[in-house]
């Protein structure tokens, strides 16, 4: 008898040779979800917990080849856009979507590492503005990216979702806007703003140094929208698992930063 059709997602990123971040998270992800994951590296770091130390790009002929590849063969229900190092990239990123036109797609403007590593060159940044924003389901930037892409600081829960229209009128179809940099309180308060107004969702700070949280956050989602979650239903549910993950992460490396859990969170909020 032939096996049940399996729902596959498709993230394009870079890679963490330390296993916490990146497309190796993204994987980690996809697994917890009951999502077959595929891959397309678009950069490759050296990296663990302590930081980033170096980035090589591979040509982009091999990364159209690898994307073409997973659309060739597999019934992808969203893909998930991580970390794409230059201006290039990019373009090359942007045609592909055009070309294949995913049901879903999930924006994690990756630019600064939590060590504070720039991971998008400075060039990179129009290009994401005007070519992946508006084909994007959903982005997800933390506070930092915000400001980056917006060109503002952003300091209260008033500016968060003032930050949110912003970008909403800069073309985005969604924003899920991440608030754990607003050091205000003893929660965390994200943002998802689209056509239908905003929605809040708050979770207790957790006195945690962490990796791989954005990384897994859109991963989630975009585990979630591909098996048919509605976008608020896939973002509350991601963040479920987010913040079940860094309650139950782990210390790999030789300094505090935390990884997060993958499997229990999944087994403990039912992901998959």
């Known amino acids: 008898m032939a096996a049940a059709s399996v729902v596959s997602a498709l993230t394009i990123a870079g890679s963490d040779s330390g296993g916490g971040a990146g497309i190796q998270a993204d994987l980690k992800t996809f697994a917890a979800h009951g999502v077959h994951g595929l891959s397309a590296l678009a950069a490759l770091t050296a990296q663990h917990t302590r930081g980033v130390t170096a980035v090589e790009v591979p040509p982009l002929a091999f990364l159209r080849a690898q994307v073409d590849a ?129 929605h809040e969702t708050r979770r207790p700070r957790l006195p945690l140094d962490a990796h791989g949280t954005g990384c897994t956050l859109a991963s989630a989602i975009a585990a979630n929208l591909g098996r048919g979650l509605g976008l608020r239903e896939a973002c509350v549910a991601a963040s479920d698992y987010v913040h079940e993950a860094l309650k139950r992460g782990y210390r790999p490396g030789r300094s505090e930063v935390v990884v997060l859990d993958h499997f229990g969170a999944g087994h403990a909020t039912g992901a998959g």
């Open 70 to 198: 997973c659309f060739e063969d597999f019934d992808i229900g969203a893909v998930k856009l991580g970390m794409l190092a230059n201006a290039e990239v990019i373009d090359t990123v942007a045609g592909l979507l055009r070309q294949y036109r995913p049901r879903w797609l999930v924006l994690d403007p990756v630019m600064v590492a939590t060590s504070g590593a720039r991971l998008l060159q400075s060039d990179a940044l129009q290009a994401l503005r005007t070519q992946l924003l508006p084909l994007a389901s959903v982005i997800t930037p933390n506070l930092p990216e915000a400001e980056l892409l917006l060109g503002r600081s952003i300091e209260s829960h008033a500016q968060m979702r003032e930050a949110a229209g912003a970008l909403l009128d800069a073309g985005a179809a969604a924003v899920y806007l991440k608030g754990g940099h607003l050091a205000v309180g003893d929660e965390v308060v994200d943002l998802l703003a689209d056509a239908d107004g905003v």
